[in-house]
């Protein structure tokens, strides 16, 4: 999950989930707030544990679909570098996933401190190829592989998070309009800011991007616009 921005101090308690959701998860608090919706805190009652509920406010019928797929598609890849899914729902004018609660930071982060140790940076791909490997395996592909989408747990562990516009590579399922490219735009591979088919190699070139970043503190490339 990758918040376009995050809410400080959440309330415990201030937030509104789905009415079904609600069913099975008590709010803890909102955590922060993105272009697609809102991410709560919550606690999963029959287990008692913390999770991660990402709503969708719902716009179009294509987001929707967008948004199940992410569930289904997460849901089917068992593998410790990909974040697990726990729950699912459509409701009148929304939809959620629940996700494993991951304490943590995002790889935005580490890199803003400054490059990392060849060795760490090494390791940090290694952990990433292995995830993609696995989802690549079962036909999914990514397409959005930057450091906003990749964690890094308390201990060091890294997890795939976000498959909002991942796709079957086995088919052209959610193709957009003509001119209209997915991704963001400084780990976008050739073939796709071409929109040309994607397949497994634009994820490749995304981890290739972010092994330069980890090394020097930047992308090879500049610019924020495609």
Known sequence: ???????????PGSAELPEDCLERFEPLGLMARGG??????????????????????????????????EALLTAKLDHPSIVDVIDHGVATGTSWI??????????????SRGPLPVIRAIEIVRQVADGLQCAHSAGVVHRDVKPENLLETE?????????????????DRFKTAA??????????????IRCETVGAPADIYAMGIILY??????????????
Do not use: C, N
Request: net charge negative; proline share 8%.
């Open 213 to 226: 970043e980890l090394l020097t503190g930047q992308p090879p490339f500049g610019g924020g616009a495609v």
């Open 155 to 171: 201990q060091g562990q890294i997890r795939i998070l976000d498959f909002g516009i991942a796709l079957w590579a086995s088919t």
């Open 1 to 11: 999950m990758t918040p376009d921005e995050d809410l400080p101090d959440p309330t």
């Open 36 to 69: 697609f919706g809102l991410v709560f805190r919550a606690r999963q009652k029959s287990l008692d544990r913390e999770v991660v509920i990402k709503v969708l406010i719902q716009d179009s019928t294509e987001q929707v679909e967008r948004f199940r797929a």
């Open 179 to 192: 001119g209209m490219i997915l991704g963001t735009p400084a780990y976008l591979s050739p073939e796709a």
């Open 98 to 111: 629940a996700y494993e609660l991951i304490p943590g930071h995002t790889l935005r982060e580490a890199i």
